[in-house]
């Protein structure tokens, strides 16, 4: 039997090749008639960084300010991720239809990218890759790699379209 995909997570970084992922995505929908899931991860402040902020303001004062920002954050975030859908939507009323909202989280991109397409039981995820260089490569690896080896779902990985 042939896989018939439900429901699409489309991770996206706000970069052009994260619209040019979504695209890819809608067409696999259309095809599908699939539901499309948009979700983004802020990543959390590097642990060395985080201390040494919390050292200098007070462990408190820290989770006060992250706390009362993070809600706000969010919501401003998932309205751009909203937005930037019925944008790219606007002329496609079916395609529109598809789109079953966003999320945002903080944390580690692969570990919340991964938890989300495991709770919306996500059929393939689909995400851009910024064709970083070697070196970088090397050393920090990418998030769509990290995506890659760990999950047990498909993934379509869109490289960054040549100019």
């Known amino acids: 039997m042939l896989p018939a995909y439900q429901d699409i997570l489309v991770a996206t970084d706000f970069t052009p090749n994260s ?66 859908a019925e944008k790219e939507l606007a002329e496609f009323p079916d395609d529109l239809k598809r789109f079953a909202g966003a999320e945002v989280f903080t944390g580690n991109p692969v570990a919340c990218i991964l938890a989300e397409a495991e709770r919306l039981n996500a059929d393939v995820i689909v995400m851009g890759t910024h064709s970083k260089g070697a070196l970088e490569h090397a050393f920090l690896g990418s998030v769509a790699e990290k995506v890659l080896q760990k999950s047990t779902r498909p993934i379509f990985v869109i490289p960054l379209p040549k100019k």
């Open 19 to 84: 619209d040019h992922a979504f695209k890819h995505a809608i067409m696999l929908a259309r095809l599908h008639q699939a539901k499309i899931h948009l979700i983004h991860v802020v990543a959390q402040v590097d642990t060395s960084m985080r201390s040494y902020i919390s050292a200098v303001m007070g462990q408190d004062k820290l989770e006060e300010l992250e706390q009362s920002h993070e809600q706000e954050a969010h919501a401003i975030l998932k309205k751009q991720l909203h937005d930037f």
